[in-house]
């Protein structure tokens, strides 16, 4: 035999020796009705994955569940346009912090069936409050439906907006540079013609790379925008937001202007809960997520209360 295989079995021998006093200690104990119960294992964090009914599609979504038993409050994160930029980091951290956050991607994006457009993302959002209220669901993914907050980046924060404008029960929107969609296509509008400013919209959607989104074009989404820019623009939902809490965070992007203006348009409808910082930082703010990370959890801590 080789003094390797000497040196296994001589080890199984002295652990065996070892071993089966400890068993029978513990069968003993157990007999005589010594034996500490089994600890009742506490909810880990954990992913749940799922896909989520909206007009006929069902979304690709998974949720980063919070660590406790709960009732946690949740987040709704939602991406840009077209979202390379997922911001998951920020959603580990808001799972640290005690929130449950639930990541999608809209209708006709990232392999999720349907087509994409502007008006199928806000009814995406809807359709996601729905699933999370849904008494099985909210058990399940151990959140509290009466604490719902969405964060959104870019056109993902034009979308919170949108959204939450129509669903008073939305406990707070955070905004990360976010895209007014539609205010931005009625400024193109004053600049020159319709005609003119729907190339011109049409243009900086191809720009920003479409590669991701199915069942549109750079021009069909410009109309989209054209044919709702009084609806969607930031300051027409400045009334509907008037009594909840709002993040507007900025960066040097171009997109600070149109945030400061819905800034200034809450707070002059009443909004007495409206935070609002910038970074000198990119769209992305690649250097800057800690910071921007640290303002999210400051900014959503009363709201998990």
């Not at 500490?36 to 749940?48: F, K, L, N, Q, W």
């Not at 199928?120 to 439906?145: F, K, M, S, T, W």
């Not at 049409?202 to 069942?215: D, I, K, Q, T």
């Not at 809450?266 to 809960?273: E, I, K, M």
Request: overall charge negative.
């Amino acid at each position: 035999m080789k003094i390797g295989a000497i040196c296994v079995v001589v080890a199984a021998c002295i652990a065996g020796s070892i071993a089966a006093p400890l068993v029978r200690a513990q069968g003993e104990g157990e007999a005589a009705g010594s034996a500490p119960a089994a600890p009742v294992e506490e909810a880990r964090a954990s992913m749940a994955v799922m896909q989520i009914p909206s007009h006929g599609a069902l979304l690709n979504a998974m949720v980063y569940v919070a660590a406790g038993a709960g009732p946690h409050p949740a987040v709704v994160l939602l991406h840009g346009f077209p979202g390379n930029e997922r911001n998951l980091d920020l959603a580990q951290d808001m799972r640290r912090a005690g929130w449950d956050v639930l990541y999608f991607d809209y209708r006709g994006s990232w392999g999720t069936p349907g087509d994409f457009s502007f008006t199928h993302g806000i009814e995406d959002v809807a359709a996601v409050l729905a699933y999370l209220r849904q008494p099985a669901n909210a058990q399940r993914l151990r959140l509290d439906p009466a604490r719902l907050v969405l964060v959104g980046h870019s056109m993902g924060g034009f979308m919170a907006v949108e959204a939450a404008a129509m669903d008073p029960a939305v406990k707070g929107v955070a905004m990360i540079s976010a895209a007014d969609l539609g205010g931005a296509f009625e400024q193109m509008r004053t600049q020159g013609s319709r005609q003119g400013a729907l190339k011109k919209m049409a243009a900086a959607l191809a720009g920003e790379g479409m590669a991701p989104l199915s069942g549109c074009t750079p021009g069909g989404l410009a109309a989209e925008l054209a044919d709702h820019a009084a609806a969607w623009a930031f300051a027409s939902n400045a009334d509907a937001l008037q009594q909840r809490p709002v993040l507007v965070a900025t960066s040097d992007d171009g997109l600070a202007p149109a945030n400061e203006a819905f800034t200034a348009a809450l707070r002059t409808h009443g909004d007495t809960h409206v935070t609002a910082q910038h970074w000198a930082t990119d769209h992305a703010y690649s250097d800057k997520r800690i910071e921007l990370s640290h303002a999210l959890l400051q900014w959503l801590a009363p709201l998990a209360r």
